[in-house]
């Protein structure tokens, strides 16, 4: 049964860069059936996309964040991470990682829907 | 980017009412759509992809429909399990984008 779960540090200082880890177990990280991404959602409040990646290497932003954010993999310990610069209070969230499916439209491969999510992390940024 | 947007924000139903939830794209998203469930404290879980496929191990009372730019999501029977945030969210390209949830809660 495939699992995720997310790791990182619940506090950060404003400025300072945010990382992140899911580990991802009982499933294949490389499978090119999937891509792999983050989620965020500020208190109480919905649901944003942040960066997803497939098992190429290839990385997708949102445009809104495209410019702090790092989006990685090491298949070596199944793990996959996000790192968010120059942190501000609005980046306060409760951080999830999940598994996408892939689509074929045309040509081109995309991530799906989020199918298996992690319990998600608490990160708070202080000033 | 495509905007999300649900209907209504809020539901107030009760146990063994239909429930309909309505969730509109800025521009046509084919049948690339997926529903959520979040309940407090939780991740999200997955309900329905492309629209009206349901996800294994969901119950069958829920179903989805729509196509192009509208959908719904429909409980037939409303359970005590069913009270929680429904989120929809479009999968049309890279840039997924989410509607800003609809709450059930108790009549």
């Known amino acids: 049964q495939l699992q995720l779960q997310e790791s990182g540090p619940g506090l950060v200082k404003a400025s300072e860069t945010l990382s992140l880890t899911c580990t991802v177990s009982g499933g294949s990280i490389s499978s090119k059936s999937y891509f792999w991404g983050w989620i965020r959602q500020s208190p109480g409040k919905g649901l944003d996309w942040i960066a997803s990646i497939d098992y190429t290497g290839s990385t997708y932003y949102n445009p809104s964040l495209k410019s702090r954010v790092t989006i990685s993999f090491d298949t070596s310990k199944s793990q996959f991470s996000l790192k968010v610069n120059s942190v501000t209070a609005a980046d306060t969230a409760v951080y999830y990682c999940?598994?996408?499916?892939?689509?074929?439209?045309?040509?081109?491969?995309?991530?799906?829907?989020?199918?298996?999510w992690g319990k998600g992390t608490t990160v708070a940024v202080s000033s | 980017d495509i905007q999300m947007t649900q209907s209504p924000s809020t539901l107030s139903a009760s146990v063994g009412d239909r429930v309909t939830i309505t969730c509109r794209a800025s521009?046509?998203?084919?049948?690339?759509l997926a529903w959520y469930q979040q309940k407090s404290g939780k991740a999200p879980k997955l309900l329905i992809y492309e629209a009206s496929s349901l996800e294994s191990g969901v119950p069958s009372r829920f179903s989805g429909s729509g196509s192009g730019t509208e959908f719904t999501l429909t409980i037939s029977s409303l359970q005590p399990d069913d009270f929680a945030t429904y989120y929809c969210q479009q999968y049309n390209g890279y840039f997924r984008t989410f509607g800003q949830g609809t709450k059930v809660e108790v009549k």
């Open positions: 521009q046509s998203i084919s049948g690339w």
């Open positions: 999940a598994r996408e499916p892939a689509y074929i439209w045309g040509n081109s491969r995309y991530p799906s829907h989020m199918g298996v």
